[in-house]
């Protein structure tokens, strides 16, 4: 069964400064990973998705990677700001008869002002 | 493009009792997913519809059931209500059941007195 884990559970750090968020997951064959933000009472939206077969995937500030081999994925944030302050999920799509998402129990990230 | 809408937004039940959630996805998007989100669970996945056949189902009770129309709108329905079942039903599209990145709603929170 396939288990994803997310490492801190909390992350506070001022303004402006680059983080790394981590994700790890128990079986490599997965389709893809993806990376959500969750505002508090409100839905998931995507930040990243990397298949695969990608390595890495960027989008503005953010930056994800992918390590299928090490079950291992992390979401870089560079020059953070209170805006990004949000819960950040990472899921897996696993393949075979169970096509579903996988998630982790998330990162609660604070960025003061 | 209009996004995934969900209704009602809240949602106040009593025991025993039973309930429906509607989703509808992004025009022209034929695969929506269910997902439960709990602080004790958190996300876990519910079923998946595609062209108004369900591909998969998690590992709930039969008690919490689904359906998905020929406009690819879908509905979740949840008979004799439990206090467990109190949570943030949130709904899933994308465009086929591809490795393409799932748009979200804003989720019906459920609660069950």
């Known amino acids: 069964k396939q288990e994803v884990t997310q490492i801190p559970a909390a992350l506070s750090v001022p303004e402006g400064e680059n983080l790394v968020l981590n994700c790890s997951f128990t079986?490599?064959?997965?389709?893809?990973l993806q990376w959500f933000r969750q505002d508090p009472g409100k839905g998931l939206t995507s930040l990243l998705l990397i298949q695969s077969s990608q390595r890495e995937q960027t989008s503005g500030r953010l930056n994800a990677s992918l390590d299928k081999s090490s079950g291992r994925s992390t979401l870089y944030i560079a020059a953070s700001q209170p805006g990004d302050s949000a819960t950040y999920l990472c899921?897996?799509?696993?393949?075979?008869?169970?096509?579903?998402?996988?998630f982790g129990s998330g990162t609660q990230l604070t960025v003061l002002p | 493009k209009a996004g995934v809408t969900q209704t009602p937004r809240y949602l106040i039940k009593t025991r025993g009792q039973q309930v429906t959630l509607s989703c509808s996805p992004i025009?022209?998007?034929?695969?929506v997913s269910w997902y439960q989100q709990t602080p004790g669970q958190g996300l876990q996945f519910l079923f998946e519809?595609?062209?108004?056949?369900?591909?998969n189902k998690g590992n709930f009770p039969g008690r919490f059931s689904g359906r998905q129309f020929s406009n690819s709108r879908s509905e979740m329905n949840v008979s004799t209500l439990e206090l467990g079942d109190s949570a943030l039903y949130l709904c899933?599209?994308?465009?086929?059941?591809?490795?393409?990145?799932?748009?979200f709603g804003s989720g019906t929170q459920l609660s069950v007195l």
């Open positions: 519809y595609f062209s108004e056949t369900q591909r």
């Open positions: 899921a897996v799509k696993v393949g075979g008869s169970a096509r579903q998402l996988t």
């Open positions: 079986d490599s064959a997965i389709y893809n």
């Open positions: 899933a599209s994308s465009f086929s059941d591809h490795n393409e990145k799932l748009f």
């Open positions: 025009s022209g998007h034929r695969s």
